[in-house]
């Protein structure tokens, strides 16, 4: 798959797809049912799983583990950039946004990375309707889960679009 980059980004975002499948079932499952535990190891499980996502996707956190910044290379958003660039990537960004806890870190680490490279993504809509109603989609999300963001966080997402290489576009 290293010689195959956009193959590579295919098979994450389908991989990615049965795992946010999973948190559906598992929240479904938590939604109908009462257990003894109130859900918690199920509620773990769905944690895990949104973890290993952000792994597949390989965002890189600037603020790292205990908020000290860490260096970034232009090549740490490498992966994320392959996915973003086909619809079904920014489709399944949106729906991880939308799953995600709107008070968890990971939800400052995708928007990071999505402030990152705004160009890219938002610069302008592609000519396929559905491919522009999947950014517009992603866009909308991203609005939604910026304004339930702590100060903290919303700072960190602002400094990622100053900090970022690519230049807004406004």
């Not at 859900?39 to 000290?68: F, H, W, Y």
């Amino acid at each position: 798959l290293d010689q195959e980059p956009m193959l590579a980004a295919r098979v994450t975002i389908e991989d990615g797809i049965c795992l946010l499948l999973d948190v559906d079932d598992i929240d479904r499952f938590l939604q109908f049912n009462q257990l003894q535990d109130g859900g918690a190891q199920l509620t773990q499980r769905r944690q895990v799983l949104l973890e290993g996502l952000a792994a597949s996707l390989q965002l890189v956190d600037p603020l790292g583990k205990n908020g000290n910044t860490v260096d970034r290379a232009p090549k740490d958003d490498l992966v994320f950039l392959r996915l973003v660039s086909l619809p079904k990537g920014r489709k399944l960004l949106s729906r991880y946004l939308q799953l995600l806890p709107p008070d968890d870190e990971l939800v400052r680490v995708v928007c990071m990375a999505i402030f990152r490279h705004l160009r890219f993504l938002f610069g302008g809509l592609p000519a396929d309707p559905g491919a522009a109603e999947t950014t517009n989609d992603l866009a909308k999300m991203v609005a939604f889960s910026v304004h339930g963001m702590e100060l903290k966080a919303l700072a960190a997402c602002l400094a990622s679009v100053v900090c970022s290489a690519e230049h807004p576009p406004l």
